[in-house]
Structure formats: C-alpha cells, structure tokens
C-alpha cells in the first residue's frame, strides 16, 4: 500500500516502518500518525509478521511534532481567556483535573491523534525495536521510547524538547523515564530540553546499543530477525507481566506470573521448545 509519509517494507517476518516526511525532518502530524497506526494494526493482525523495526528517513528520526500546526493552532485559541493571576500552577492543574470527564472524548485536540502513537507501540503485542537513525526531539523520543528495545546511530541527538516551546511532556515520557533513568536525571532531561548525545544516552540507559551509523539497520535488523524467528506469544505475556509488574510488589508479581506460565504452557511454541531440546536441535517456533 503505498503512503505519502511513511514507507513501510516487509523484510521477512519483519515489518519496517519509516517516518518519511525529509521537508520537516520526519515531523509527525495527524496523517503520519494514521499511517502509522494503519500499519501497525496491520501487523497486529498478521500471523506471518512478527516484529517491528521504526525508523526514519535519514538524517532524522522525527523531530517530534508539527510546529507549523501548534502556531495554527495558537492562533485559533487567541479568543480563550488568561490564565488567572495570583494562582499557583498546580492549583491551576489540580481544578483542570477535577473537570475531566472519566472518559475523554476522542478527538478533543488534532494533537491527541498524535500524541497517542507512543501508548500504541506501548500496547503493541509482537516486539518492537526503534533503530534510531538521527534527531529524536520531543515527541520523537516519546516514541523511541515506546518501543520495546532502542538501537542508535552514533549521530543521534535526542531531547525532551517541550520545554524549550514553553510546553510540557505530554507524550507518555512523564511516564516512561523515570522508571528507565530515575527521577533526578528525568528532571535534568525534561527541565533544559537538553540535546543528549548517543553516549550519553546510552549511559543513562535510554537506549540498549550504540552502531556505526552505517550499521545501523543491519544491526537493528539482524536483531529483529532473531527476536521475530523467537516464540513471540510467550513475548507478548513476558511484556504484559513486566508491565503489570511496575505497579505491584514481588509477591504480587509472582501470583500474576503463574496465569501467565500457564498461558505459556498451552502454545505450540512451548511444546516446539522442549521438542527440540530432547531432540537436540534448534526450535522452529510460529508466534503462537
């Protein structure tokens, strides 16, 4: 299918998106963000395709989104009333809070279409992997961070932009790093917008490795390949349990475990595996 903002290939049972818009530096909108989730779906779907690689069309990954459309729609928010004087910004955020419906109404801002692809690759089933080639600003590390495993070029930048445009990290980031770096560091990153580079980013831990840029997708594809050819299903548990496991205690995360084992136990996969242990021989497992 062809689009007019990402290109998507099929590499195996691999599936290789890439952010394709070079006039904004892969800036994402609401029409990048449909093409994306269309294809993930997509993959979702698939029994053949079992792992994702996201990139971007080089030199950037996604510098995050369209600023041309925030200054539109300033512009259109001009009529809306101050800020009040004299009030806190917390109490400002607490009384915003007390007002939300419990379920929001889709749609309410054209940004929401776009600031919601990282929770859709933070829900993916099947493993993902960023291959992150070049700048990944603002929302574009949002979404870097929302796949499973990052892989950086040594030419990558990646910051927590927001700040620098006066607004704050409405991406699921506020989520994601502190439990990746600690809350000191989180603060640091998403107070002064500043540009990490790929050493520095992977001491921090945000990203898993660092290549030559010119083994970048090599690199990030040859593990994608040995992570897809794995038993995906039991993937799709593992990732599910860890994240469940973020809001419980050991034993709780034990109790939650066995559920998920017993799951495990029922997949061709898993009676593939110990097949191919008594034989001797490498498993041929399907994702299922």
């Known amino acids: 299918m062809g689009y007019k903002f990402i290109d ?10 890439t952010m394709d818009d070079p006039p904004t530096r892969n800036s994402i909108g609401e029409e ?6 269309q294809e993930i779906d997509r993959l979702e779907g698939s029994s053949q395709l079992r792992a994702l690689v996201l990139t971007g069309r080089d030199p950037s990954f996604c510098s995050g989104a369209n600023v041309k459309r925030m200054d539109d729609a300033n512009q259109s928010r001009e009529s809306e009333p101050p800020l009040p004087e004299g009030v806190l910004p917390w109490e400002v955020l607490e009384q915003r809070w007390a007002e939300m419906p419990e379920v929001a109404d889709e749609g309410t801002e054209e940004i929401d279409d776009v600031r919601f692809v990282p929770l859709r690759l933070h829900e993916l089933q099947k493993p993902s992997i960023a291959a992150v080639n070049g700048y990944a600003m603002g929302l574009g590390m949002g979404i ?26 409405a991406d699921g980031s506020c989520w994601q790093l502190p439990r990746l770096i600690g809350l000191g ?23 898993n490795r660092v290549t030559r840029h010119e083994e970048l997708m090599d690199t990030t594809l040859e593990l994608a390949k040995r992570i897809g050819d794995g038993a995906t299903y039991s993937m799709a548990l593992i990732k599910r349990l860890v994240q469940q496991s973020l809001y419980v ?35 041929s497992f399907v994702g299922k």
């Open 8 to 17: 998507a290939q099929e590499i195996g049972a691999v599936l290789v998106l």
């Open 32 to 37: 990048m963000a449909g093409e994306l989730n």
């Open 144 to 169: 870097a961070l929302s796949c499973d495993i990052r892989i950086a070029s040594e030419k990558v930048g990646m910051s927590e932009m927001f700040v620098r445009r006066g607004l704050i990290p």
């Open 185 to 207: 560091n989180t603060m640091m990153l998403q107070y002064t917008g500043d540009i990490m580079d790929a050493d520095e980013a992977f001491r921090l831990g945000i990203v």
């Open 249 to 283: 205690d050991f034993a709780e995360s034990l109790r939650l475990a066995g559920p998920a084992q017993d799951i495990a136990r029922r997949t061709e996969d898993h009676k593939e595996g110990v097949r191919a242990f008594v034989e001797k021989r490498r498993p």
